[in-house]
């Protein structure tokens, strides 16, 4: 049962222009989201998170939207660097005693 | 200096040996799990220890028995290995559990293949 979804294993973009990834979740009790990163054989990194009483968060060239009534959240990166390339998860809790993860999104910047 | 660190980082063993990974945490956190990137990258939760204390206990095979001596060790040990256990396995902390604003720190992962 899988309670958080991206649907686009991967992803190609130009450097400079704007990359975004997206997820779906099932539960609407969720009441926080993650996005993490991860380069081959390294574990994933944390990148930024939103709470869900908000509907964006911004970090730099980082930002995260959440639209709950469709159950979807999104990550904006602008401008995409080539150091950007890199696996996508995103992450759903409740609680956060236990944290649900997407399959991955594969980004490739492209110089 | 690396936070959360696991060994070994390849596992090639036979079906049917028994198999340990370790892992280790120098941040001084009271939270450790273990989760299971399986062959369609899902990245799922096994166990979550608190303190030594187990609080997430996952649909896992009883062949998989976590132990931790302390709070900045969590090892897994696996019994009677199959094929289908290959996968990456990680392990990862954070500050304290239920506090869903305080991200989790993954080691590099354990990649596991049966032969």
């Known amino acids: 049962d899988q309670q958080v979804k991206q649907n686009s294993p991967s992803l190609s973009v130009q450097e400079g222009r704007i990359s975004i990834l997206n997820c779906d979740y099932t539960?609407?009790?969720?009441?926080?989201f993650l996005w993490y990163k991860k380069y081959p054989a390294e574990g994933p990194t944390f990148l930024i998170s939103i709470s869900s009483i908000k509907d964006k968060n911004e970090d730099g060239r980082f930002t995260v939207f959440l639209n709950k009534s469709a159950k979807h959240l999104s990550l904006h990166i602008v401008p995409s660097q080539p150091g950007d390339s890199a696996v996508y998860f995103c992450a759903a809790t409740l609680t956060g005693n236990q944290f649900y993860f997407g399959t991955g999104t594969s980004l490739t910047v492209i110089p | 200096d690396t936070a959360v660190s696991q060994t070994p980082k390849y596992l090639v063993t036979q079906m049917g040996n028994d198999k340990s990974i370790k892992c280790e945490q120098n941040?001084?956190?009271?939270?450790m799990y273990w989760y299971k990137q399986d062959s369609k990258k899902f990245l799922k939760i096994m166990f979550s220890y608190n303190n030594k204390e187990l609080i997430i206990n996952e649909t896992v095979p009883n062949r998989f028995s976590p132990k931790s001596p302390d709070k900045a060790h969590l090892n897994l040990h696996i019994n009677s290995l199959e094929l289908g256990d290959s996968a990456v396995y990680f392990c990862?902390?954070?500050?304290?559990?239920?506090?869903?604003?305080?991200?989790?720190?993954f080691g590099d992962g354990t990649r596991l293949s049966i032969l």
């Open positions: 539960n609407s009790m969720f009441d926080y």
């Open positions: 990862a902390s954070s500050q304290e559990p239920n506090r869903a604003s305080l991200p989790q720190h």
């Open positions: 941040l001084g956190h009271d939270t």
